[in-house]
């Protein structure tokens, strides 16, 4: 590349150059009156990159069920890209140095990433684990009923009960019931209530899930315990 060295002996190591083409070389002898020898061929050659990409730290945030994600890697001559894998699944080319993951499950997750360079140099990986919780309240309950059991002097004893409850997790802690304004807790879609006066009741449910989400309380439901033949019957 036009910059002369002189060495001993027949062979001189080139160090710490520059990833390029199109690099030149030439030799000539030089003997021991000072006497030059003619230049040889031009050699023409490539420094060829075999330095992989170093991978940064990740950082991640969580929103709800939405992941973003971000990181930073270097490189001898530069960044080309990075491959992702979420949850051991397959790689993914990406060219930025970040990325969003919509519509997470909930639970743990795991993101890879890895950085390579133009000439096909790859990083080792890099991993980041998280955790996507339940933010999503149970949805109304339907189905609310009111059947009774024996007569009572004291009154009829009445099962409430309903359908149950949709959650996105799919696990319902518990219910709570509001009858005549006083609140009761279940776990099971049903609950037996003694001793009620004859007349007009109502009630209502909520369900409430395992990270703590309230539903909305369902619509009221109607009743009354009567003294007829048939001591209970639901108000239309």
Same mark, same amino acid.
């Given at each position: ?8 002996? =027949? ?14 070389? *030439? ?7 000072? =006497? ?32 973003? &994600?971000?990181?930073? /890697? ?5 960044? /080309? ?32 990433? =890895? /950085?390579?360079? /133009? &000439? ?19 949805? *109304?309950? *339907? ?62 449910? =909520? ?30």
């Amino acid at each position: 590349n036009g910059v002369i060295t002189f060495v001993k002996g =027949r062979s001189f190591k080139l160090k710490n150059m520059p990833v390029s083409a199109g690099n030149t070389i *030439q030799v000539r002898a030089l003997d021991s009156l000072s =006497r030059y020898g003619a230049l040889s061929e031009v050699l023409v050659f490539e420094v060829k990159d075999v330095t992989a990409p170093k991978m940064g730290k990740i950082n991640l945030t969580v929103n709800a069920y939405e992941g973003m &994600a971000s990181w930073t /890697a270097t490189d001898n001559v530069g960044v /080309a890209g990075y491959k992702l894998s979420l949850d051991g699944g397959a790689w993914q080319d990406q060219t930025d140095s970040f990325a969003v993951f919509s519509d997470l499950a909930l639970g743990k997750h795991k993101l890879t990433v =890895r /950085a390579y360079d /133009a &000439a096909g140099n790859i990083s080792s990986v890099k991993n980041v684990t998280f955790k996507v919780a339940d933010v999503t309240a149970p949805e *109304q309950i *339907q189905g609310l009923d009111a059947a009774g059991n024996l007569w009572e002097a004291a009154g009829e004893k009445v099962t409430l009960s309903w359908e149950t409850a949709f959650d996105n997790s799919g696990d319902i802690k518990r219910y709570e019931v509001e009858i005549d304004g006083i609140l009761k807790k279940t776990a099971k879609t049903s609950l037996a209530i003694g001793n009620l006066d004859f007349g007009d009741h109502a009630f209502r449910v =909520r369900a409430i899930d395992r990270a703590g989400n309230i539903g909305a309380w369902s619509e009221s439901f109607d009743f009354a315990v009567s003294k007829n033949v048939s001591p209970l019957f639901a108000v239309s």
